[in-house]
C-alpha cells in the first residue's frame, strides 16, 4: 500500500498548456467569443501624445517582468475571505506513475471546504469533505473503496495550491502584457511562448524546453486562471508537460457535504494526526472494518 506521502508528492507536481478560454461559470472553455487584447499604456490626447502605464497587478512591472513572491501574495490576500471553486488539470505525460496525470476539484466555503481528485494511472481517486468535526476521506482504489476521518486534515490553500503554481510558474520569466475585459471585469494577460525558462524551473535538474504559459490577473493580483507547458527532457526521454487552473464562483461557493460523511462520523473515532497525514485508526469501511487509506495530503514544493 502505498503512504500518504507518496499522495501529497503527487499532487502538486504542476505544468500545463499554452492558453485558456474562460466564461462567466469558470469552466474551462466555457466561453468562446473573441477578446482583443490592447497595450497596457493610454494616451492623454490632450498632453504630447506620450503614452503612460496604467496601473498594474502587485508583482507585474511595465517591462513584463513579474515578482511572484509579490503577485502571490496579492492573490491569496484578494481569496482570504471568500469563497470559490478552483479546479486544476496536470498532465506529465507519464499516466504510468502515480499522480502523473490528474484533475482536482476543490470548493471552498466560510467554515468547510471539499476536494475531489480523479488521477489516470496507478493511485487512488480520492474525495476529502472538511468541516469543524475534522476531515472526512474517500479512496477508492481497483475494487476497494476506503474511508478514514481525520482530526487534522490541513487547510484548503494546501489543497488549492495556486500560490504555489505561481511561484512555480512565473517568476523569471518576460510577458508580454495587454489588458482585457470579460463580463465585465478588467484583467491583464501576461503571456510568453518560447521565452526565458521560470527560475524555478531552470534551476531544476531536468532540462526544460519551449516553455510557454498564459496568466489572466485582476487589478488587484487575484490570477483568475494560468496555464503553462513545456518539454522535459531525462536521460533523453522527452516527455510534455501542461497544467492549467481556472477560478470560478467566487463569492458565490457553498461546498455540500457528501452523502458517506455522517456514516463515517458515526463509525468513527479520529485520532490526532499530522497535517495532510492519514490518522492510523478510526477508520470506517462500508462493512465496519477498518483500513487506512491514502489521502488527498497537501505538498510543499512542485517537480519540474
Given at each position: 500500500?502505498?503512504?500518504?506521502?507518496?499522495?501529497?508528492?503527487?499532487?502538486?507536481?504542476?505544468?500545463?498548456?499554452?492558453?485558456?478560454?474562460?466564461?462567466?461559470?469558470?469552466?474551462?472553455?466555457?466561453?468562446?467569443?473573441?477578446?482583443?487584447?490592447?497595450?497596457?499604456?493610454?494616451?492623454?490626447?490632450?498632453?504630447?501624445?506620450?503614452?503612460?502605464?496604467?496601473?498594474?497587478?502587485?508583482?507585474?512591472?511595465?517591462?513584463?517582468?513579474?515578482?511572484?513572491?509579490?503577485?502571490?501574495?496579492?492573490?491569496?490576500?484578494?481569496?482570504?475571505?471568500?469563497?470559490?471553486?478552483?479546479?486544476v488539470d496536470y498532465d506529465t505525460g507519464e499516466e504510468d506513475f502515480v499522480g502523473g496525470v490528474f484533475t482536482r476539484r476543490a470548493v471552498v466555503g466560510n467554515e468547510s471546504f471539499f476536494v475531489q481528485q480523479v488521477s489516470l494511472g496507478p493511485g487512488a481517486n480520492t474525495s476529502l469533505y472538511v468541516n469543524e468535526s475534522g476531515g472526512f476521506l474517500r479512496a477508492v482504489e481497483g475494487n476497494e473503496t476506503r474511508y478514514e476521518m481525520l482530526r487534522i486534515p490541513g487547510q484548503q490553500d494546501e489543497y488549492a495550491f495556486a500560490g504555489d503554481a505561481i511561484l512555480r510558474f512565473l517568476d523569471g520569466t518576460q510577458f508580454d502584457v495587454t489588458t482585457v475585459e470579460r463580463g465585465g471585469q478588467a484583467y491583464y494577460r501576461l503571456h510568453t511562448a518560447d521565452g526565458p525558462i521560470p527560475q524555478t524551473l531552470a534551476s531544476s535538474s531536468v532540462d526544460v524546453r519551449n516553455y510557454s504559459a498564459t496568466a489572466y490577473v485582476t487589478p488587484e493580483g487575484f490570477v483568475r486562471s494560468l496555464t503553462a507547458e513545456y518539454d522535459r527532457v531525462v536521460r533523453d526521454t522527452q516527455t510534455h508537460v501542461?497544467?492549467?487552473?481556472?477560478?470560478?464562483?467566487?463569492?458565490?461557493?457553498?461546498?455540500?457535504p457528501p452523502t458517506w460523511v455522517d456514516d463515517v462520523q458515526r463509525r468513527s473515532t479520529p485520532e490526532p494526526a499530522q497535517p495532510g497525514t492519514p490518522a492510523q485508526n478510526g477508520t470506517a469501511t462500508p462493512d465496519g472494518s477498518t483500513s487506512t487509506p491514502e489521502a488527498p495530503t497537501p505538498t510543499d514544493e512542485l517537480d519540474g
Open positions: 500500500m502505498r503512504t500518504g506521502a507518496v499522495i501529497v508528492a503527487a499532487l502538486v507536481v504542476l505544468s500545463g498548456c499554452s492558453a485558456v478560454s474562460f466564461g462567466s461559470d469558470g469552466q474551462p472553455g466555457a466561453s468562446t467569443d473573441t477578446v482583443t487584447p490592447v497595450p497596457i499604456t493610454d494616451t492623454d490626447a490632450g498632453a504630447t501624445g506620450t503614452a503612460t502605464p496604467v496601473d498594474l497587478p502587485p508583482g507585474v512591472s511595465a517591462d513584463g517582468s513579474v515578482d511572484a513572491v509579490e503577485l502571490s501574495r496579492a492573490h491569496e490576500a484578494f481569496l482570504e475571505n471568500r469563497t470559490y471553486t478552483w479546479f501542461s497544467f492549467r487552473y481556472d477560478y470560478s464562483g467566487v463569492g458565490e461557493s457553498t461546498p455540500e
